[in-house]
């Protein structure tokens, strides 16, 4: 490039700063870097443990769905149904490796993390990984339940099929009911990680800590947000853009209630439409109840009550809009 054409375009300093050689600022930002990372605040792993993999807990997620639908999610076709037995006893055999291992790491790091002792970290992993495979069965059956929802909430479920394979309402609820139980043994990291991993895929929010009941079913499911003191009850549903949260506080607030109850409660068979927002601990929404699309809530709603806005005015604007106007006069709700 000719010098006056790069002097016009204002590459002639780009050009002379990126031929500087590396010795000239790489040392000095590594350097900075490593002087950060050795302040030991919040940006960095530097230390004699190992920490879980992100990688490796999402490939627990994988298994465990490998384990739990034979057959759906297999590398390779079940044979006969006579196989499944060596199946479920191979890959459980992997599993429980697998999630030994990742909770080792986790409960390692987490006493490394305390200055706690850890010479127990790798009997207590082994243990707490068998108790998480013992709990498989009745997550399974719980998994039923909300299949079956999907399949009662949604008349557009041709079948369990699709249901198990494209739900992202379902995926999530999956992730979690795994989550839920790790966070239940007390097992540091792993839930939050696989919790991000569901919210990844998803664009649905559900805390491990939360509680829900069997036969949950989220429709459509982006933007839901569940938080970690929510109690849902059984059969309740929800749509897309829920927000089951807490209310907003300031710093001193949140380490005083760190541990108390600050998301609401949704009772049995409760339906929750799209973009819904439901705030605080001591708000609690009544069995059948119905909450409307857009509603905002800080405050309880008791059973078989429904919750609606009430319709906006609508302005149409175009060549029939005065008989649209007028159509759309004196009518009200949003369900």
């Known amino acids: ?17 990126s031929a500087a050689p590396e010795s000239d600022f790489i040392p000095s930002v590594v350097g900075r870097l490593a002087e950060g990372f050795s302040s030991r605040r919040w940006s960095s792993h530097i230390e004699p443990v190992e920490i879980p993999s992100r990688h ?21 076709t079940l044979p006969s149904p006579s196989s499944l037995g060596y199946h479920l006893g191979h890959n459980l ?3 429980h490796k697998n999630l030994s291992h990742q909770l080792n790491s986790a409960l390692r790091h987490e006493c490394f993390r305390r200055r706690h002792s850890c ?16 709990s498989l069965p009745a997550i399974r059956e719980t998994l039923e339940t909300d299949i079956q929802a999907a399949l009662e909430g949604d008349p557009a479920a041709a079948n369990a099929d699709e249901v198990i394979f494209s739900y992202p309402g379902f995926f999530a609820i999956f992730v979690y009911r795994l989550a839920h139980r790790l966070y239940e043994l007390d097992v540091p990291l792993l839930p939050r990680i696989m919790s991000e991993y569901a919210y990844h895929r998803t664009a649905i929010d559900i805390h491990p800590g939360a509680t829900i009941g069997e036969s949950f079913f989220i429709d459509h499911g982006a933007g839901v947000v569940i938080g970690a003191t929510t109690v849902i009850g059984r059969r309740v549903r929800l749509y897309q ?17 760190k541990n108390a109850k600050r998301h609401p409660t949704i009772e049995d068979d409760a339906i929750i439409y799209a973009n819904a927002t439901i705030l605080g601990g001591n708000t609690v929404i009544g069995a059948r109840a119905i909450v409307g699309g857009n509603v905002w809530l800080t405050k309880s709603v008791g059973p078989d009550t429904k919750v ?23 009518k009200n709700g949003n369900l």
């Open 241 to 257: 853009g829920v927000t089951l949260g807490a209310l907003s506080l300031s710093k001193e607030e949140v380490q005083r209630l």
């Open 308 to 330: 609606l806005l009430k319709q906006p005015e609508l302005i149409y604007l175009g060549k029939n809009s005065s008989e649209s106007n007028a159509a759309g006069e004196g």
């Open 1 to 17: 490039m000719p010098d006056n054409i790069a002097e016009n375009c204002g590459c002639a300093s780009e050009v002379r700063l």
């Open 119 to 134: 010479s127990l970290c790798g009997e207590r992993s082994s243990g707490l990984a068998a108790e998480f495979i013992r």
């Open 93 to 95: 055999t992997i599993f």
């Open 56 to 76: 490796e807990t999402i490939e627990l997620i994988l298994e465990a769905q490998r384990i739990l639908f034979p057959g759906y999610f297999s590398r390779s």
